[in-house]
């Protein structure tokens, strides 16, 4: 989330000292970073410099360069707004992290980022940098959007841009057509193994990323022997990360200046519970990240599935009802009567029936940390920015946890109210009347369906379970799931969800 570069955040504060190499002496001791900026040479190109990126795989990487040693600094690079790149490169790509909880805090800065680019800027720079042969691991956290995959079918979805990203010489646009082009500079240059690595919420991520990768070259009608090399050279791991991390706000910058003593306009807030599982397929070497506790395996998927459906899909379930409520925050939503007991419903009696979790695991504990992580007032994550691209993160979240079901002949309730309640916000309206901003890139469609049918439970049903690029049809044409879904719409537009809740539970 980006960070609007302004005036000393701290309270009566009317200027003084940022954050820089020059100012690292004023910072007190146990903040200050394990490396400096520019002592490392760079290793990595990070495509997406949000709040995420920055408190959990800059973090990791800091941490495994500081314990094991290895020229894995990081480039990151902005594929759109400049708001974070330019406070980042004011500060020498230095930026601190304040780990927040209800028992108190703690704030570091973190050194691990070489450098800072900005995309649309000088997109040929950024195509140099992928071919660089010194660069041998690139990461993504670039949203479900930006991949433009269908996220029902995977089929990668090119519009003008990324057309002609794909078949004309002009400067790349697009992430896909980004990476296209470094990857084609790369093999024509016979400039060393890579590992694309996706760390986006997405289902299979490094799957998906190899096919939209692999899409490309055959939409860019790519020649056969440098087609041949990217798909002899380059990898594409699959990881689970998992931190929570809510959008900076002023209240996150006056807490890094008060704690370091400079002003910090790149800071951002996380929990302290971190996670990062990652396969093992780096053809060109990687960072220690086990000496900084991630989670090194020959398979994520069944981490994957756990963290998507469970953690993820509460995380949405709590969002969207706890919006229409009139919640501001996931912490505030949970204390609506009976929703955890509603969410724990949820878990038990469908997440765990949908998946096998990896050995060991039980998926109810992980559901009771989760719910536990988020009540924590410390970390202040709105309902409106989980909320955000619902249309993208509903299907890997609660709708595969729901063909699963089905496909096993078993019924589905709760899960229902899921949906029901994403369709319920999709609406725009709270249940007090407050308006709910719909911030989805299928934004103008979905009100476009809702406004051609009767503005009923059955009639919104009807009109977002049309939707192709959310629903699969073995859902849309499932009539106990409709069943279960325009019940509960009713249910929601009746007693709200107060009400609904204290019914249901």
Same mark, same amino acid.
């Given at each position: 989330?980006?960070?609007?570069?302004?005036?000393?955040?701290?309270?009566?504060?009317?200027?003084?000292?940022?954050?820089?190499?020059?100012?690292?002496?004023?910072?007190?001791?146990?903040?200050?970073?394990?490396?400096?900026?520019?002592?490392?040479?760079?290793?990595?190109?990070?495509?997406?410099?949000?709040?995420?990126?920055?408190?959990?795989?800059?973090?990791?990487?800091?941490?495994?360069?500081?314990?094991?040693?290895?020229?894995?600094?990081?480039?990151?690079?902005?594929?759109?707004?400049?708001?974070?790149?330019?406070?980042?490169?004011?500060?020498?790509?230095?930026?601190?992290?304040?780990?927040?909880? /209800?028992?108190?805090?703690?704030?570091?800065?973190?050194?691990?980022?070489?450098?800072?680019?900005?995309?649309?800027?000088?997109?040929?720079?950024?195509?140099?940098?992928?071919?660089?042969?010194?660069?041998?691991?690139?990461?993504?956290?670039?949203?479900?959007?930006?991949?433009?995959?269908?996220?029902?079918?995977?089929?990668?979805?090119?519009?003008?841009?990324?057309?002609?990203?794909?078949?004309?010489?002009?400067?790349?646009?697009?992430?896909?057509?980004?990476?296209?082009?470094?990857?084609?500079?790369? /093999?024509?240059?016979?400039?060393?193994?890579?590992?694309?690595?996706?760390?986006?919420?997405?289902?299979?991520?490094?799957?998906?990323?190899?096919?939209?990768?692999?899409? /490309?070259?055959?939409?860019?009608?790519?020649?056969?022997?440098?087609?041949?090399?990217?798909?002899?050279?380059?990898?594409?791991?699959?990881?689970?990360?998992?931190?929570?991390?809510?959008?900076?706000?002023?209240?996150?910058?006056?807490?890094?200046?008060?704690?370091?003593?400079?002003?910090?306009?790149?800071?951002?807030?996380?929990?302290?519970?971190?996670?990062?599982?990652?396969?093992?397929?780096?053809?060109?070497?990687?960072?220690?990240?086990?000496?900084?506790?991630?989670?090194?395996?020959?398979?994520?998927?069944?981490?994957?599935?756990?963290?998507?459906?469970?953690?993820?899909?509460?995380?949405?379930?709590?969002?969207?009802?706890?919006?229409?409520?009139?919640?501001?925050?996931?912490?505030?939503?949970?204390?609506?009567?009976?929703?955890?007991?509603?969410?724990?419903?949820?878990?038990?009696?469908?997440?765990?029936?949908?998946?096998?979790?990896?050995?060991?695991?039980?998926?109810?504990?992980?559901?009771?940390?989760?719910?536990?992580?988020?009540?924590?007032?410390?970390?202040?994550?709105?309902?409106?920015?989980?909320?955000?691209?619902?249309?993208?993160?509903?299907?890997?979240?609660?709708?595969?946890?729901?063909?699963?079901?089905?496909?096993?002949?078993?019924?589905?309730?709760?899960?229902?109210?899921?949906?029901?309640?994403?369709?319920?916000?999709?609406?725009?309206?709270?249940?007090?009347? /407050?308006?709910?901003?719909?911030?989805?890139?299928?934004?103008?469609?979905?009100?476009?369906?809702?406004?051609?049918?009767?503005?009923?439970?059955?009639?919104?049903?009807?009109?977002?379970?049309?939707?192709?690029?959310?629903?699969?049809?073995?859902?849309?044409?499932?009539?106990?799931?409709?069943?279960?879904?325009?019940?509960?719409?009713?249910?929601?537009?009746?007693?709200?969800?107060?009400?609904?809740?204290?019914?249901?539970?």
């Amino acid at each position: 989330m980006a960070v609007s570069v302004g005036p000393d955040p701290r309270p009566g504060g009317t200027g003084g000292a940022r954050l820089a190499l020059a100012t690292l002496p004023r910072i007190p001791a146990a903040s200050r970073p394990l490396l400096r900026p520019g002592d490392v040479p760079a290793g990595i190109v990070h495509l997406g410099l949000g709040a995420f990126h920055r408190a959990h795989q800059a973090v990791y990487t800091e941490a495994a360069m500081a314990a094991a040693g290895g020229d894995w600094a990081i480039v990151g690079v902005a594929p759109r707004s400049r708001a974070v790149l330019d406070a980042l490169a004011a500060q020498d790509g230095l930026f601190s992290v304040t780990t927040a909880a /209800a028992a108190g805090g703690h704030t570091r800065v973190v050194g691990s980022l070489a450098a800072v680019r900005h995309a649309p800027a000088d997109p040929a720079a950024v195509v140099r940098l992928l071919a660089d042969p010194a660069i041998r691991v690139v990461t993504l956290t670039v949203t479900e959007k930006a991949y433009q995959l269908d996220p029902v079918s995977g089929r990668l979805r090119p519009d003008p841009d990324l057309a002609a990203d794909l078949t004309t010489d002009r400067p790349p646009v697009t992430v896909p057509g980004l990476l296209l082009r470094g990857l084609l500079a790369r /093999a024509a240059a016979d400039g060393g193994p890579l590992a694309l690595v996706s760390c986006d919420n997405l289902p299979a991520n490094g799957r998906r990323l190899a096919g939209m990768v692999d899409q /490309a070259i055959g939409y860019a009608r790519t020649p056969d022997r440098l087609a041949e090399w990217i798909r002899r050279r380059v990898t594409f791991p699959g990881t689970m990360v998992d931190r929570i991390v809510p959008a900076s706000t002023p209240v996150t910058l006056a807490t890094a200046a008060r704690a370091l003593g400079v002003r910090d306009l790149a800071a951002v807030t996380a929990e302290p519970y971190r996670q990062w599982v990652i396969e093992d397929v780096f053809p060109g070497g990687r960072p220690a990240w086990e000496r900084a506790g991630a989670v090194l395996t020959t398979d994520v998927r069944p981490w994957e599935l756990l963290k998507l459906r469970t953690l993820n899909g509460l995380h949405s379930a709590v969002a969207y009802l706890g919006a229409l409520a009139g919640r501001e925050t996931i912490a505030d939503a949970l204390a609506l009567p009976h929703l955890t007991t509603v969410l724990r419903r949820l878990v038990a009696e469908e997440v765990a029936a949908s998946f096998r979790p990896p050995e060991g695991i039980s998926v109810v504990d992980y559901g009771e940390q989760a719910l536990g992580r988020f009540t924590d007032p410390a970390i202040r994550h709105r309902t409106a920015q989980v909320a955000m691209d619902g249309s993208q993160k509903l299907p890997q979240r609660v709708l595969h946890t729901i063909i699963d079901l089905r496909a096993a002949g078993r019924p589905v309730d709760w899960a229902a109210l899921v949906v029901a309640a994403w369709m319920r916000y999709a609406r725009g309206r709270a249940d007090d009347g /407050a308006v709910l901003s719909l911030d989805d890139p299928l934004a103008d469609r979905i009100r476009a369906r809702l406004a051609a049918v009767p503005d009923t439970p059955a009639g919104v049903a009807e009109a977002l379970f049309g939707l192709a690029e959310v629903f699969p049809p073995e859902l849309a044409g499932d009539d106990l799931l409709r069943a279960a879904v325009t019940g509960w719409l009713t249910e929601l537009d009746r007693h709200g969800v107060a009400g609904t809740l204290a019914r249901a539970a």
